[in-house]
């Protein structure tokens, strides 16, 4: 009797889940972007994107916990997890949802070089880690990845990217997108969905093109979500972002099997 009130109970915490997140995805999603960008006007610096080609895994020497479980961050190559770091913190703390926690962070080494400077000069290249206080506690399945996946993904201006390069407002790459613009949607397993997609940043005297992925992934019987972001130039942008979002997925799910 007690295992079948537990079950209701996830039940209803999934639900009222799945109901915030359908209220609250746009907003989310464009704090995500905002978080780039913490991009200072002043200073034009662009970092040079690297690939993040045949990401090794290590043993865990970094861990974050959520709820009753211990998530494994891999070590990955050419990048550095620093979601501790006091300077990141603070970094992230003007941009972070409440209803969020932040379990993982990866800055490309050579950003992570001039962290103690973090939010003066721009960056991309870099990995996200969170999950829903929301779901904390609640054993996640595959439907509940399918269900959130859905939800994630309904928001968007739904264009292959054949069809964004033919559309007139691409050509000769004079860019003009006033939404977020979903690319692709796949499953990357039986217990990890990505979708891919384009947002457009705009401030003072800045207005480019972000890049940009959105994992949900069944670790432990949790939903966890990992995102990668890169400001877009061609067509290369968007394969490289998702060879490196599966590749970092498929460490992290090593990680913790």
């Not at 690297?50 to 020497?61: F, G, K, R, S």
Request: charge should be neutral.
């Amino acid at each position: 009797m007690a295992q079948r009130r537990w079950r209701l109970e996830n039940v209803f915490r999934y639900l009222e889940y799945v109901i915030v997140m359908d209220k609250q995805l746009f907003i989310i999603l464009s704090l995500f972007m905002i978080v780039v960008g913490c991009r200072n006007p002043s200073e034009k610096e662009k970092l040079t994107i690297q690939e993040n080609a045949n990401l090794p895994i290590t043993d865990c020497n970094t861990k974050s916990d959520f709820g009753n479980i211990t998530l494994c961050l891999p070590h990955i190559e050419g990048q550095t997890e620093c979601h501790t770091h006091p300077k990141v913190q603070r970094h992230l703390a003007k941009f972070e949802d409440p209803e969020n926690v932040l379990l993982g962070y990866y800055l490309s080494d050579r950003t992570f070089e001039r962290v103690d400077s973090l939010g003066h000069f721009s960056f991309d290249n870099y990995y996200k880690v969170y999950a829903s206080k929301k779901v904390l506690g609640v054993e996640a399945d595959r439907k509940m990845l399918k269900d959130v996946m859905a939800l994630m993904t309904s928001g968007f201006l739904d264009m292959t990217a054949e069809e964004l390069n033919k559309d007139k407002n691409f050509s000769k790459h004079q860019i003009n997108i006033s939404e977020p613009v979903l690319l692709e949607k796949y499953t990357l397993s039986g217990d990890a969905s990505i979708m891919v997609a384009l947002m457009r940043l705009s401030g003072e005297q800045s207005n480019h093109l972000m890049a940009f992925t959105m994992g949900s992934v069944l670790i432990k019987k949790r939903l966890i979500f990992v995102a990668h972001y890169m400001d877009y130039t061609d067509e290369s942008s968007i394969q490289t972002l998702k060879r490196n979002t599966e590749e970092f997925i498929k460490a992290l799910n090593a990680a913790n099997s």
